[in-house]
């Protein structure tokens, strides 16, 4: 499994941007997809975003597109989010997971994520 750790998250007022980071170890990084899932107080975790493990395919859910941009950098070992224009519904905590299973695109799906970082608080106030 890989190691990941999240950072990048905060408060942020409505229509602001944050950059979440997660940083991976313990194995070859590029071996796996990436996904970006979140979880809001009293919900289910969600899918946000995913990167093929190439970077060449990126996906997101429809309540982020447009706004929030996913991208890694193999060398760096690390899986980006870009967010902008916050909204006050973003307000969760975001997760990092590797996918070692899916080779050409990346899951939407979180089973099929095997290793999960610790989650960083992103908040958007009014």
């Known amino acids: 499994q890989v190691q990941l750790v999240e950072s990048g998250g905060g408060l942020v007022q409505a229509g602001g941007s944050l950059r979440l980071s997660c940083a991976a170890s313990g194995r070859t990084f590029s071996s796996y997809a990436m996904g970006w899932f979140r979880r809001a107080p009293g919900k289910e975790r969600e899918f946000v975003a995913a990167?093929?493990?190439?970077?060449?395919?990126?996906y997101s859910a429809e309540p982020v597109k447009g706004r929030f941009t996913i991208s890694r950098d193999n060398a760096k070992n690390t899986v980006y989010l870009q967010m902008n224009s916050l909204k006050p519904e973003d307000t969760a905590v975001y997760y990092c997971?590797?996918?070692?299973?899916?080779?050409?695109?990346?899951?939407?799906?979180?089973?099929?994520?095997?290793?999960w970082g610790q989650g960083t608080q992103v908040t958007v106030s009014s």
């Open positions: 990167i093929s493990r190439s970077g060449a395919r990126t």
């Open positions: 997971a590797a996918d070692p299973h899916t080779y050409y695109s990346a899951s939407q799906n979180q089973y099929d994520y095997d290793s």
